[in-house]
């Protein structure tokens, strides 16, 4: 099997989770499996090579989990992008719009020096909405971001093109 086959055997669909009309990827399944978890953060480190990548910023909460593996292995910082009112210090502060309201992201300002080449790292990208805000976090922080990394791809979100169309690489493993 590749490892594509494999991720996706682990991952397992629910559907209707949280709302009626939405197939929620679920990858508590995928963690179950360690040898499987580290497959996937071997291919992440050479799929990032190419990218000079200097920090991974991962997207609370299920970006935690692998983001900062990746970046131990790769040798590089890991920075936290925490949903609002949960980081203790300074912070830079975007909000951005959901299907319903908005939502407001943080990151610590002393967390990233400036000029830094950063990779944003969660699990499932969707509408891309979440990392697009978490690219302006980077900005405002005088940095990068180059490329945004991620488990898995909803391709029928068009997630990618808002990412492209903000100058943000995407890379997935697997595309759904
Ligand atoms: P986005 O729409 O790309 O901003 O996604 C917002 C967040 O919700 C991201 O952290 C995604 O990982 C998560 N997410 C969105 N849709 C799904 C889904 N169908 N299954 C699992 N996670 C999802």
Redesign the pocket.
Known sequence: MTLTEKIKEAIRTIPDFPEVG?????ISTLFLKPELINEIIIESVDLLQPYNVEVIAG?ES??FLLGAAIAAKMQVPFVMVRKAGKLPAKTYQETYHLEYGTATIEMHCDAISSGKRVVLF??????????VAASNLIKKAGSIPVVACLIAE?EF?N?RQILENAEIGVISIVKY
């Open positions: 939405i197939q929620y990827k679920d997207i299920r970006g969660d699990d499932v990208l969707a509408t891309g909405g979440t990392l909803l979100l997630g």
